[in-house]
DNA sequence: GTATGTGCAAAGTATTTGCCCCAGA
DNA sequence: TCTGGGGCAAATACTTTGCACATAC
């Protein structure tokens, strides 16, 4: 259970400007550039994935940080913005940063819990967008997560 | 918090013979007919909306039952294909039952959290099958809510 | 009569909070 | 120095399990 296909490296030097900018956005918010924060957010970011946030609090980089403390940026960051909280399947705790140009939806096995990403983001965004001038919903994001079972349990069954 | 709009109501002649029909399916892995079986199947078919397993031992109709009792129901029903686990915006854990015909994808308010309806089915059914007939992956359903602010919230605010 | 179901209580897990000291600005 | 952050432990919430008795069949 729980293996993560994707994992999208993001380079050194990108990394570093992504994380300045945000910290940078936090700031304005009150929030301080303390090292728990660059740590989680080198993380979310090194490992650009949905994250549960009982898994967060134990991988490498923040697996001396105590659960409150990643558990409470995490809800600031998500107030702020930074990232976003998803449904995947089963679990409704997910967390992954909100990049530009980075949503992504998601493909689960049900047996061993691989995580794929499937862009169909242009298809719903003309829904969104049906939604918003239609009926006067603002503010709309989705979550959508297919479910099913991956070509390598198929094989092993 | 917690308001759903949709609960789209069975006439009572056709419930029986729903239920009725679900039981018999049911008899069959070895399930026997029980109050409390009965009178949930009754309120998820009531009240055709997906519930929380902590609101759903608390509906009327159920109130007096035990919680564990809920829990294992549900479990049963679940692996039996009798109701489906969706994920709706940041839980994962939200039970429906299973009608032919009755899939649909839902609209979640931020603010007071009322679920509504989003028929975008079809355009999900074909990409489900791109799924499956170029990457190899079967027996795919899937959750997609969108999250946003009501017209109601908007208004308030 | 036998296997399954149920209530109650307890255990397990996940998440949130209080409090006090530490650190960033 | 002043306010937000972090560690630790306790509290809360959510879910699962064990066990003894009740019920379906």
């Known amino acids: 259970m729980s293996e993560h296909s994707h994992d999208c490296h993001i380079p050194e030097e990108e990394s ?20 728990a924060l660059e740590e ?11 994250f ?9 980089g923040l697996e001396d940080r105590d659960q409150a403390t990643v558990y409470r940026l995490i809800m600031k ?5 930074v990232v976003r909280q998803l449904s995947l399947g089963e679990k409704g705790n997910y967390f992954q940063l909100n990049l530009a140009n980075h949503h992504h939806d998601y493909l689960l096995c049900r047996e061993c ?19 918003s001038a239609q009926h006067g919903w603002k503010h709309l ?6 479910q099913g079972t991956c070509p390598d349990c198929l094989a092993t069954a």
Chains 1, 2 share one sequence.
């Open 16 to 35: 570093e400007s992504i994380i300045d900018n945000i910290i940078e956005r936090l700031r304005k918010t009150g929030m301080r550039k303390t090292e």
């Open 113 to 131: 819990g691989t995580v794929t990403e499937v862009p169909v983001e242009c298809i719903l965004k003309s829904v969104e967008e049906k939604l």
């Open 77 to 81: 960051l998500k107030d702020a913005g």
């Open 52 to 60: 549960l946030l009982t898994e967060l609090a134990e991988v490498p």
């Open 141 to 146: 994001t989705h979550s959508l997560a297919f």
């Open 40 to 50: 989680l957010l080198q993380t979310m970011l090194t490992h650009h994935r949905p």
